[in-house]
C-alpha cells in the first residue's frame, strides 16, 4: 500500500488543521493506521492509531482530548483533526499502515510496515 499525505501548513497556536492520508495500491480498512511526527532535532514519536476495524482509537498523552483520528473507507483516507495546537506540535507528520497479526492484540505503538511521506506542520506562537 502506498500512503500520501497531505494538509500540513503554518497556523497560529490556537488553530486547527486537518492531516488527510490517502492510500492506494491497498486499502486502509485492512490495516491497523498511525500517525507519528518527527520535530527537528528529535525522534520521531507516536501520535495517534486506528485500528483495522475503525472501532478502537490510541492517542499520545501529549494530543490526547486535542487530536481526533478517523478513517472514511469509501475514500481510503485516514485523517487527524489536529485541533488547539501549540508551538510544541511543530513537527513534520507522517502516516503508516500496520499490518494485523491474526490471533494477536493490537500494538498502537508496534511496528508499522509502510509509510508515507511527511507533511509539515509549523505552529507559531
Known amino acids: 500500500v502506498q500512503l500520501q499525505a497531505s494538509g500540513g501548513g503554518s497556523v497560529q497556536a490556537g488553530d486547527s488543521l486537518r492531516l488527510s492520508c490517502a492510500a492506494s495500491?491497498?486499502?486502509?480498512?485492512?490495516?491497523?493506521m498511525g500517525w507519528f511526527r518527527q520535530a527537528p532535532g528529535k525522534e520521531r514519536e507516536f501520535v495517534a492509531a486506528?485500528?483495522?476495524?475503525?472501532?478502537?482509537?490510541y492517542y499520545a498523552d501529549s494530543v490526547k482530548g486535542r487530536f481526533i483520528i478517523s478513517r472514511d473507507s469509501a475514500k481510503n483516507t485516514v485523517y487527524l483533526q489536529m485541533n488547539s495546537l501549540k508551538p510544541e506540535d511543530t513537527a513534520v507528520y507522517y502516516c503508516?499502515?500496520?499490518?494485523?497479526?491474526?490471533?494477536?492484540?493490537?500494538?498502537?505503538?508496534?511496528?508499522?510496515?509502510?509509510w508515507g511521506q511527511g507533511t509539515l506542520v509549523t505552529v507559531s506562537s
Open positions: 503508516a499502515a500496520q499490518s494485523p497479526l491474526y490471533g494477536s492484540a493490537w500494538l498502537p505503538k508496534g511496528k508499522y510496515d509502510y
Open positions: 495500491g491497498g486499502t486502509v480498512s485492512n490495516y491497523h
Open positions: 486506528i485500528s483495522r476495524s475503525g472501532g478502537r482509537t
